[in-house]
């Protein structure tokens, strides 16, 4: 097939399956209905220390997680979510929300968008031992 004709078509299809994915909705972040969604994906990703609290973010984006072993999050990673402990973070208040840097190769930003209130809350609440 002449290049001319392959690289439209193929433009053409990734667009199309790009279209097709936002019109059935599989395009939009992840969310944390309730607490036992939030502990599942925490589960999901350590399932051998489980959640003893857990604490939503206002628009169902974030939860913070403690465990016996320390503090967690758990945030959206595009249509997934993902956890992390909190051990060794730097924890800095943004204007509209936190930044968390981790000593995580794999993570070692998280940007969470919170109302000023919990952006007040939050860090206070890791602070406290688990």
């Known amino acids: 097939m002449p290049l001319g004709i392959l690289v439209p078509l193929v433009i053409a299809g990734i667009a199309g399956i790009a279209v097709l994915l936002h019109i059935l909705g599989l395009s939009r972040p992840a969310t944390l209905a309730s607490e036992d969604a939030a502990r599942t994906a925490w589960l999901d990703e350590f399932p051998d220390d489980p959640a003893l609290r857990i604490v939503l973010s206002h628009d169902h984006t974030a939860a913070l ?66």
Request: net charge negative.
């Open 65 to 130: 997680i403690e465990t016996g072993d320390g503090h967690g999050i758990v945030w959206p990673m595009g249509a997934d979510t993902t956890a992390r402990y909190l051990t060794g973070a730097r924890i800095d208040r943004t204007a509209k929300g936190l930044r968390i840097d981790l000593p995580d190769y794999t993570a070692p930003r998280i940007r969470l968008r919170l109302a000023p209130d919990e952006a007040e809350l939050w860090p206070h609440l890791m602070e406290t031992p688990a």
